[in-house]
């Protein structure tokens, strides 16, 4: 049984299909099986693929499905203990199998390894680096906000994908992301700090013709992954109740990126608000760029005269635009007017609070005296209370002794004692 099981699908991939699987082939780690799900391709990906003769390539061709349910079959028919990532324009560099089995087996308690990588261009040209942090701390505090793997580059432990499931529909162009997220919940991940990947960035890949749609996915999937740590559930069926939230619903961070997107690509927001489906999501993003960018306007009105020329009706949709743009500035204006007024109130309100605090601290003041007169007048009535006792104790010594002569002249005979009697009674007054 081999230790890993390289997983990948291909659609209509016949450019780059080639080198693809060589860099798989070419691996310094050799005990692996690679699976090939051809999703129906129409192309000669086919006849590339039935042209090696490794008897480690496992082909299986089926009707056009889409990636999620060609990845599951994949998965499906893996027979090893780990499973590989691989895309059909992408390049692993040949020691990243060994790598990233040599980490998995010395931390048996990450679920899920991926690697930094370097982007590419269609003549494979490497044009920058992605570096993603490498630690499960960071990666954990991270990932709940916004995607930190390269999907052709991780190696996912077989018992991991047991444990919380496989790639589920619902997510259709972040089922990767849903499913790093379930994994981080039971396990830590990590990524290698080498660039193992060469990732290619494509024209019509989903992630520039459809980067709104990715982002609602993206962010149902982080919604229920925090759910999830909240409830403790397993989220094994949380997506079949799951819906896509609206612009308005994503963070700020997310809809700046966004609002970063269209406003060097406007041409699918402008045709995106004459689309019932997309209007409210794209008004949401008109409003955050006339906000983020003061020369917007020339910008969109060049695209919206080069959409005219093949469509009569733009002239109509660019005056509704243009309204709606002067209703965001009005509101914009008024919004403003009104954090003036409360700017002036926080600062009368700052003023009083000053005056006030002037007044509690001369109440201190008087307090504190008062309190220092209580001490001295409790002093005085201490000194006050044990000259009592004193004189009481002087009282009280002085009517013994009177006591004591009494009864000695009781004693003594009534004429002798009588001058003395006269005497006492003279000194007793």
């Known amino acids: 049984m081999p230790i890993v099981s390289v997983v990948m699908s291909v659609y209509n991939g016949e450019r780059y299909l080639n080198e693809c699987i060589q ?3 070419s691996q310094s780690f050799q005990d692996f099986e690679f699976i090939i799900i051809d999703d129906g391709s129409t192309d000669h990906t086919n006849e590339i693929l039935h042209s090696y003769q490794d008897q480690r390539i496992i ?14 079959r994949g998965i499906s028919l893996a027979k090893a203990k780990y499973i590989a990532r691989q895309d059909a324009d992408d390049i692993s560099k040949p020691e990243r199998l ?19 990588f370097e982007f590419i261009d269609e003549d494979g040209e490497v044009t920058r680096q992605s570096l993603l942090p490498t630690d499960n701390d960071t990666l954990q505090e991270r990932l709940t906000k916004i995607n930190q793997f390269c999907h052709a580059s991780v190696m996912m432990r077989r018992e991991a994908l047991d444990k919380v499931g496989a790639y589920r529909e619902f997510f259709r162009f972040a089922q990767d992301y849903d499913l790093w997220l379930r994994i981080a919940e039971h396990y830590e991940i990590a990524n290698l700090p080498e660039m193992l990947v060469q990732y290619r960035e494509l024209k019509d890949a ?55 997107y269209y406003a060097q690509n406007p041409t699918p927001l402008i045709s995106g608000l004459t689309v019932q489906e997309t209007a409210e999501d794209m008004e949401s993003l008109v409003r955050l760029l006339c906000t983020e960018y003061v020369n917007l306007d020339n910008v969109i009105k060049t695209h919206i005269n080069t959409i ?94 009177e006591a004591r002569i009494s009864d000695l002249l009781n004693s003594l005979s009534w004429k002798i004692t009588k001058p003395l009697r006269s005497l006492f009674s003279i000194v007793k007054k």
């Open 98 to 116: 060994e790598k990233q089995v040599a980490f998995l087996e010395a931390n048996p308690q990450v679920g899920l390894l991926g690697s930094r």
């Open 206 to 260: 989903i992630s520039s013709e459809k980067i709104l749609l990715q982002s609602r996915y993206a962010w149902a999937a982080a919604q229920l992954a925090q759910q999830r740590r909240v409830t403790g559930d397993s989220g094994i069926n949380d997506a079949i109740q799951a819906s896509l939230p609206m612009v308005k619903e994503f963070s700020h961070n997310l809809q700046i990126k966004l609002v970063k």
């Open 23 to 25: 860099s798989i082939l």
């Open 308 to 401: 005219s020329k093949n469509n009569c009706c733009i002239q109509q949709k660019e005056d509704l635009i243009q309204q709606k743009y002067d209703l965001i500035r009005q509101k914009d204006d008024a919004l403003r007017q009104k954090d003036k007024v409360i700017s002036q109130k926080d600062d009368a309100l700052r003023q009083k609070d000053k005056v006030i605090s002037q007044k509690e601290d001369a109440i201190q003041l008087r307090d504190d005296a008062l309190m220092q007169k209580e001490d001295e007048l409790q002093q005085k009535a201490a000194e006050i209370a044990k000259l009592d006792e004193f004189l009481r104790g002087r009282n009280n010594t002085i009517r013994a002794r």
């Open 59 to 72: 082909i299986v061709h089926q009707d056009n499905m889409g990636l999620t349910k060609a990845l599951n």
